[in-house]
């Protein structure tokens, strides 16, 4: 019980999101009533809290009161710096959606096969365009869709966004990052933390009706 403690509390002061796809384990235990109390409690005492995506899907930490003002402005802060990775995330996910006909966005245990979104990429002018798009705005100098595709799954990995699915590198689990992501990008439209672009927020239905007031932690 030590051990799964300590590793839940540091994975969450380290940003990360526990799910099912990356960490079962350690989501099996927190979904335990007295363990997530135990963690609650814990993180409590230097003014943090452990929040469920509104999906249930992952769990991340959060400050335990938002009104405070040095907490506002740390969160917006943190917005700030999110913000600037934020439109390449919106792109992949308008492109993930075509490539896999999903009539939603991309969700945690979504399944990603670099061979299937080449495919859709090669057999797509418009897809390929966006994919260039994509790269253009991480910086990358790839030009061939293969190591375009190639680039964008091992930055969307590196991110926490992608879990690789046994040993060849080909396969990927969305993972509960993305839940977060929908909780912030609501959170941001609900209080305008900061201004979100039109292209960026078209991508994405804000309109849930189920909201957790998600905050990045400082």
């Not at 080449?118 to 061939?144: A, F, N, V």
């Amino acid at each position: 019980m030590t051990s799964y403690f300590s590793r839940v509390i540091l994975k969450l002061l380290s940003g990360e999101v526990i799910d099912n796809v990356t960490s079962k384990s350690l989501m099996d235990w927190l979904n335990t009533e007295d363990n997530w109390f135990d963690v609650k409690d814990y993180l409590e005492r230097i003014d943090r809290q452990p929040l469920y995506t509104s999906d249930k899907a992952g769990v991340y930490l959060g400050f335990l009161d938002i009104n405070s003002r040095d907490h506002q402005k740390a969160i917006s802060q943190r917005f700030e710096q999110f913000s600037i990775k934020l439109y390449p995330l919106i792109l992949w996910l308008r492109l993930a959606r075509s490539c896999m006909n999903l009539s939603r966005p991309l969700q945690a245990n979504d399944v990603i096969k670099q061979g299937d979104l080449l495919t859709s990429i090669e057999d797509s002018k418009q897809l390929e365009i966006q994919l260039e798009e994509i790269i253009s705005k991480l910086g990358r100098t790839s030009k061939e869709p293969k190591k375009q595709v190639t680039s964008l799954l091992d930055y969307l990995q590196s991110e926490g966004f992608l879990h690789p699915m046994g040993s060849t590198g080909s396969m990927f689990k969305a993972t509960a990052k993305w839940s977060m992501l929908y909780d912030q990008l609501e959170y941001i439209n609900k209080y305008q933390v900061i201004v979100i672009d039109e292209d960026v927020q078209g991508g994405l239905d804000l309109n849930s009706d189920t909201h957790n007031l998600a905050t990045f932690n400082e």
